[in-house]
């Protein structure tokens, strides 16, 4: 079963830029998961999706931060404009259904986003 | 206060030392504890996980939840070099599937 799969694996751009992540979760996965990690910390959910419809943006910068998951399958996750705060690591993760660890969920390896 | 606490480390012990790791909470409501282990510049891999009170064995490692008083733990024994990695508590409010993860405690055993 193939994993996770996110691109790029690295970034580095100016504050003010804008920068888009990619997501392809495992097949058959309904879930998916955004998550911020930043250096020291744990990650701390941004978004997840059921199918193709939102379930929790909560804590979701809206006014920089936006995501998408067309068709229920791959997700985007982009920031427009990126501060300094936003280095971190951008962790996508999925899972068959939103239950409990029964369905535990799958992490990709990430994205190292540094903004200069 | 964070909803989940855990000491950063690094925690460093010799190759074969029996390592105790430690997460407190303050959400009663929380029911799923997880331990994940996340080594350097790769995803977080779920251990093993347990519900409510109670303990859970599956093979070096052992899981155990007292949620008397809102402390939970993860014991490997034997511990490995392989072992050396990030290990990341988390916990779940059932019906929920929404993690909330501690800081992660590194832990280095040398050979």
């Known amino acids: 079963e193939a994993g996770v799969a996110q691109s790029p694996r690295y970034k580095i751009i100016e504050k003010r830029q804008s920068v888009a992540f990619w997501c392809n979760p495992i097949?058959?996965?309904?879930?998916l998961y955004w998550y911020q990690q930043i250096l020291g910390q744990g990650p701390k959910l941004l978004i997840q999706?059921?199918?193709?419809?939102?379930?929790?943006d909560s804590q979701l910068p809206k006014d920089r931060f936006s995501a998408e998951r067309l068709k229920g399958v791959d997700s985007t996750l982009k920031i427009q404009p990126a501060k300094l705060e936003d280095s971190a690591v951008y962790l996508c993760?999925?899972?068959?259904?939103?239950?409990?660890?029964?369905?535990?969920?799958?992490f990709g390896d990430g994205t190292r986003l540094s903004i200069l | 206060q964070k909803e989940v606490e855990q000491d950063p480390g690094p925690l460093s012990v010799p190759e074969g030392a029996i390592v105790s790791l430690n997460c407190t909470y303050s959400?009663?409501?929380?029911?799923?504890f997880m331990w994940y282990r996340q080594y350097s510049r790769k995803g977080p891999e779920l251990l093993m996980y347990?519900?409510?009170?109670g303990n859970k064995e599956d093979g070096r490692f052992t899981a155990q939840v007292d949620k008397s008083s809102k402390y939970i733990s993860l014991f490997i024994r034997d511990s490995q070099p392989s072992d050396s990695a990030t290990y990341l508590c988390?916990?779940?409010?059932?019906?929920?599937?929404?993690?909330?993860f501690g800081t992660g405690t590194r832990l280095l055993v040398s050979p």
């Open positions: 993760a999925s899972s068959r259904g939103p239950g409990g660890p029964n369905q535990p969920q799958h």
């Open positions: 097949s058959g996965h309904a879930t």
């Open positions: 999706f059921q199918n193709n419809g939102v379930v929790d």
């Open positions: 959400n009663s409501a929380f029911q799923y």
């Open positions: 347990t519900y409510s009170s």
């Open positions: 988390a916990m779940m409010v059932t019906g929920f599937q929404k993690l909330v």
